[in-house]
């Protein structure tokens, strides 16, 4: 059937069924869909291969100096320096190995980002409606859209409800095509022109609906131009790139500084071959090449420490702007509060009732004036109940499953859908009402979505009389507007201006109590009376009553936020809510200090960006905003020099969170949309996530310092022991195995254990860093040069005074120059994790570190004392002076100056 081209547009709801063979009611079962994925491959689209492994491995020797050194390593051979030759062949491959091993940890840390940020697509398998991701999506699949998704295969609708979809990625049209579920019966028909079929990559602007998967992958339309999709870019971040440019500069120093070593050398009588080869290789071990790699990895390790802590980095770029943020913009429902809405109050005819029971169990009693009631009792408050359960997307499932040691049953109940209609079902619930008793009297027709711009979403429903009703819900202002009578006392009256006002003061009250507040109305519909647009319904609405709901704040939040201050980053709140809702939240949360302002939407619509400029920063809470308001907000505070993150789930928040310097989306309430907007995921939808994503992104940048520091003076001494060496007459401190050593042991496990390291414990005391701010800023360039200097000034002051002792022995001489450099680098390396000084960090805090410092002593210690090894590396063993010579000048470095350090700042 599938290899069968079909013109799916043309068929019947049922003969789609039939020919897809599946079940609309209960979807595929397990066992098909496992079947079917062997059958039809996983449903993505053929990006190109990758390199293979044995390119990647080869392209770890293509570096020019590589080269060369390979070239004198073979002339070496030819002159009979056979074991110099095969131990430089052998490190060379050693550090080939250590490049292809950390470039395949980036390559696959970034592959499951990929895998983690991936959509996913709401499916109907075995009777449930799951979630799952779009790579598994078959033949056959019943999928559910709805606003904000994108979709992940080609579907023939079913079901549609005031669903429009944005084509443009397939047809070039950016205007939403309106879709409905009805077969076309004309014969060939263009891809814009199927109204009843939605495609792969395409977006759900409007409305849900309901279709069966028809092909996936490359069979879909989107497949066929697949090859449009094929380019695979690498992602850059601008700090690599600043870092690619200060290589090429390091480069060019370390090459003239190489050949000034070389030329001294040959001037000062040394041979033409040796100085050629120890040159050479001082340029390999001296020139930063792997310096953009090695951000890479220290990314890629500090992106997978994020995921543990729930948030998924889509764009790396973000990793570095995160520690310059300066103001978070946050959701309130579900970012700072626990996203479990609770109805709690209930005002309708006058009368006000409150509600007992938390979250999604349908457990509670009704009270009046301090007394238990009986809903049953009151007919508004039956209207209220079941109008709000009737105008609903939401479905509270009741689950069962065993749990402790032994196996008791526990039953939980289960939200599907938005929290705000979840509370209004649960209310119903705990009234007696369930979801078949309201299916007997009444059967929904048709449905106009909630938008933004509405702020209301309406069902036509029919009784079992025939009479047909149009129900809405939405804010209270809103359904105000747009009401003509109101329900009070028991009966329908006119809704006048001091019933208006009495509305309007409970709504207050309510809101003074941190409740979200949400108005039900309705309005019966004439016998003839179509409404096909949602302003044609909506209109002469009788007024019903109002629902009173609480969503608690999450418990960790306050502290994040003080947290955040701290740090020097302010913490705005951004709700739908009531503006005296959201001031009694982000007081409690402490977020809006004294004097402090809310602004609400009306306001925000009336202002321009440049008169919202002018307060933004007196701003700590905008109420009743639109997403439509953020994109203002956002460049608000971007014109105040401000490096915004913004928070968002919707459709409509993609420009703002676009816009934002750091755009994060919500991972379990978020659309695809939002998701794909955002450059950040939180996986768990909560504020603290942002707080430690921060931490995170402030904790990788000062790592990237960290080992920046390490390796330039790392090799700042060892360019410089060899060239005052030369310019003093002096012999070679250093032959180029051991140079070579030294770079492949000392500077690769170290520098690899400093992207490790734990952040500072005053990393978010410090204020937001400058996104101008150079990476050599805060005085690097002073500690790269004052400790690389002194480095090799003692690396230097131990080979002349060990060659004064004992002037025959020059190998004695370059073994203990080799020792102190190697023990002064690895001193040093615990010196780069503070900012500060040695002094300020416990050493051991970092056990990745103190590992590589113990790997690196004991191979030093191998190529000293263990005689094959030293015949290779020209070394002897050293006596107890001697050590205690090299150990008291390779501290000089990290202690003099770190003391120094340390009294200054004291």
């Given at each position: 059937m599938w290899g069968v081209v079909m013109n799916w547009y043309q068929l019947s709801e049922t003969e789609v069924t039939k020919s897809a063979a599946t079940n609309k009611e209960k979807g595929l079962s397990q066992k098909e869909v496992e079947k079917r994925l062997k059958s039809y491959g996983a449903n993505k689209l053929d990006q190109g291969k990758p390199p293979s492994a044995l390119f990647v491995f080869l392209g770890q020797f293509k570096d020019f100096m590589v080269l060369i050194l390979l070239a004198a390593t073979f002339i070496s051979g030819i002159l009979g320096e056979y074991i110099d030759a095969l131990t430089i062949m052998i490190i060379i491959l050693l550090n080939g190995i250590l490049g292809f091993v950390q470039e395949r940890k980036a390559e696959k840390s970034l592959e499951a980002l990929k895998e983690l940020?991936?959509?996913?697509?709401?499916?109907?398998?075995?009777?449930?409606?799951?979630?799952?991701?779009?790579?598994?999506?078959?033949?056959?699949?019943?999928?559910?859209?709805?606003?904000?998704?994108?979709?992940?295969?080609?579907?023939?609708?079913?079901?549609?409800?005031?669903?429009?979809?944005?084509?443009?990625?397939?047809?070039?049209?950016?205007?939403?095509?309106?879709?409905?579920?009805?077969?076309?019966?004309?014969?060939?028909?263009?891809?814009?022109?199927?109204?009843?079929?939605?495609?792969?990559?395409?977006?759900?602007?409007?409305g849900s609906g309901v279709g069966i998967v028809i092909a996936t992958g490359m069979h879909t339309e989107m497949g066929k131009i697949a090859h449009l999709l094929q380019s695979t870019t690498t992602l850059v971040t601008p700090l690599q790139r600043k870092l690619e440019q200060l290589g090429k500069i390091l480069i060019t120093v370390a090459l003239v500084l190489t050949a000034l070593v070389v030329l001294t050398g040959v001037v000062q009588g040394h041979d033409l071959y040796t100085m050629v080869?120890?040159?050479?290789?001082?340029?390999?071990?001296?020139?930063?090449?792997?310096?953009?790699?090695?951000?890479?990895?220290?990314?890629?390790?500090?992106?997978?420490?994020?995921?543990?802590?729930?948030?998924?980095?889509?764009?790396?770029?973000?990793?570095?702007?995160?520690?310059?943020?300066?103001?978070?913009?946050?959701?309130?429902?579900?970012?700072?509060?626990?996203?479990?809405?609770?109805?709690?109050?209930?005002w309708t005819g006058g009368k006000q009732w409150k509600v007992s029971g938390g979250g999604y169990e349908?457990?509670?009693?009704?009270?009046?004036?301090?007394?238990?009631?009986?809903?049953?009792?009151?007919r508004n408050l039956q209207?209220?109940?079941?109008?709000?359960?009737?105008?609903?997307?939401?479905?509270?499932?009741?689950?069962?499953?065993?749990?402790?040691?032994?196996?008791?049953?526990?039953?939980?109940?289960?939200?599907?859908?938005?929290?705000?209609?979840?509370?209004?079902?649960?209310?119903?619930?705990?009234?007696?009402?369930?979801?078949?008793?309201?299916?007997?009297?009444?059967?929904?027709?048709?449905?106009?979505?909630?938008?933004?711009?509405?702020?209301?979403?309406?069902?036509?429903v029919k009784d079992r009389q025939g009479r047909s009703y149009i129900i809405t819900k939405g804010a209270p202002d809103v359904i105000l507007s747009q009401c003509m009578n109101i329900t009070y006392g028991g009966h329908e009256q006119a809704l006048s201006s001091d019933r208006k006002a009495e509305v309007e003061a409970v709504v207050d009250h309510l809101a003074s109590q941190a409740l979200r507040t949400i108005a039900i109305a309705y309005r019966p519909l004439g016998a003839r009376e179509t409404c096909t647009q949602a302003f044609e319904a909506e209109?002469?609405?009788?007024?019903?009553?109002?629902?009173?709901?609480?969503?608690?704040?999450?418990?960790?939040?306050?502290?994040?936020?003080?947290?955040?201050?701290?740090?020097?980053?302010?913490?705005?709140?951004?709700?739908?809510?009531?503006?005296?809702?959201?001031?009694?939240?982000?007081?409690?949360?402490?977020?809006?200090?004294?004097?402090?302002?809310?602004?609400?939407?009306?306001?925000?619509?009336?202002?321009?960006?440049a008169e919202l400029e002018e307060v933004v920063d007196d701003v700590y809470v905008y109420a009743r905003v639109s997403p439509e308001h953020k994109l203002k907000i956002v460049k608000a505070l971007q014109a105040k020099g401000h490096i915004v993150a913004m928070t968002g789930d919707g459709v409509n928040d993609a420009p703002a969170i676009k816009a934002a310097n750091i755009g994060i989306a919500m991972g379990i309430t978020g659309t695809d949309v939002a998701k794909e907007a955002s450059s950040l995921i939180l996986s768990d939808d909560n504020f603290s996530t942002i707080k430690a994503a921060i931490k995170?992104?402030?904790?990788?940048?000062?790592?990237i310092r960290k080992f920046i520091r390490y390796m330039l003076a790392s090799n700042v001494g060892e360019i410089l022991v060899m060239l005052f060496a030369m310019m003093l007459g002096m012999p070679l401190p250093l032959v180029a195995?051991?140079?070579?050593?030294?770079?492949?042991?000392?500077?690769?496990?170290?520098?690899?254990?400093?992207?490790?390291?734990?952040?500072?414990?005053?990393?978010?005391?410090?204020?937001?860093?400058?996104?101008?701010?150079?990476v050599f800023a805060r005085g690097l360039t002073w500690k790269i040069i004052s400790r690389g200097f002194m480095i090799g000034a003692v690396t230097l002051a131990v080979f002349w005074l060990t060659l004064q002792a004992h002037p025959d022995e020059l190998i004695r001489a370059q073994t203990v120059?080799?020792?102190?450099?190697?023990?002064?680098?690895?001193?040093?390396?615990?010196?780069?994790?503070?900012?500060?000084?040695?002094?300020?960090?416990?050493?051991?805090?970092?056990?990745?570190?103190?590992?590589?410092?113990?790997?690196?002593?004991?191979?030093?210690?191998?190529?000293?004392?263990?005689?094959?090894?030293?015949?290779?590396?020209?070394?002897?063993?050293?006596?107890?002076?001697?050590?205690?010579?090299?150990?008291?000048?390779?501290?000089?470095?990290?202690?003099?100056?770190?003391?120094?350090?340390?009294?200054?700042?004291?």
């Open positions: 940020s991936a959509p996913q697509m709401n499916v109907l398998r075995d009777g449930e409606w799951k979630k799952v991701l779009s790579s598994q999506i078959v033949p056959g699949d019943i999928i559910k859209v709805s606003s904000g998704d994108r979709i992940g295969a080609d579907l023939r609708l079913i079901e549609t409800s005031g669903l429009r979809i944005e084509e443009s990625s397939l047809t070039g049209e950016s205007v939403p095509v309106h879709k409905h579920e009805h077969p076309l019966t004309s014969g060939q028909i263009e891809i814009g022109d199927q109204l009843n079929m939605a495609f792969m990559g395409t977006l759900v602007t409007q080869l120890a040159g050479v290789s001082l340029a390999v071990a001296a020139i930063p090449e792997g310096l953009p790699a090695i951000v890479t990895v220290a990314l890629a390790l500090g992106v997978q420490r994020m995921i543990k802590r729930k948030a998924i980095v889509r764009k790396l770029p973000a990793v570095e702007t995160l520690g310059c943020a300066s103001v978070i913009c946050s959701d309130k429902t579900g970012t700072l509060t626990q996203n479990k809405m609770t109805v709690t109050h209930i349908p457990k509670g009693v009704f009270s009046l004036d301090g007394k238990s009631f009986d809903p049953s009792k009151n209207q209220l109940l079941s109008y709000g359960w009737l105008c609903n997307n939401a479905n509270i499932q009741e689950k069962t499953s065993k749990q402790g040691m032994l196996r008791k049953s526990v039953t939980e109940y289960v939200m599907d859908g938005d929290p705000t209609e979840g509370a209004l079902v649960v209310s119903a619930m705990k009234a007696g009402y369930t979801k078949q008793s309201l299916d007997q009297y009444f059967t929904r027709v048709k449905e106009f979505p909630f938008d933004s711009a509405r702020k209301m979403m309406s069902v036509v209109r002469n609405l009788t007024f019903i009553g109002l629902q009173g709901m609480i969503d608690p704040p999450r418990p960790e939040v306050k502290d994040a936020i003080s947290e955040c201050r701290q740090a020097g980053i302010k913490t705005v709140m951004i709700t739908g809510d009531h503006k005296r809702t959201a001031a009694a939240i982000a007081t409690q949360l402490g977020i809006l200090p004294k004097g402090g302002k809310v602004l609400d939407g009306q306001t925000l619509s009336r202002w321009s960006v995170e992104g402030r904790n990788i940048y000062e790592n195995i051991q140079i070579l050593w030294i770079n492949l042991v000392t500077d690769g496990l170290p520098a690899m254990a400093l992207g490790m390291d734990q952040a500072e414990g005053d990393v978010m005391k410090r204020e937001p860093r400058s996104p101008d701010e150079g120059a080799f020792v102190t450099l190697v023990m002064a680098q690895l001193i040093h390396v615990f010196d780069c994790r503070s900012e500060y000084s040695v002094y300020h960090r416990n050493p051991f805090e970092n056990r990745y570190l103190v590992v590589a410092v113990l790997i690196s002593t004991l191979l030093m210690l191998a190529v000293i004392y263990y005689p094959p090894l030293q015949t290779i590396f020209h070394t002897v063993a050293l006596d107890g002076r001697e050590w205690l010579l090299v150990l008291g000048m390779a501290s000089i470095p990290t202690v003099v100056l770190g003391g120094f350090q340390l009294f200054k700042r004291k």
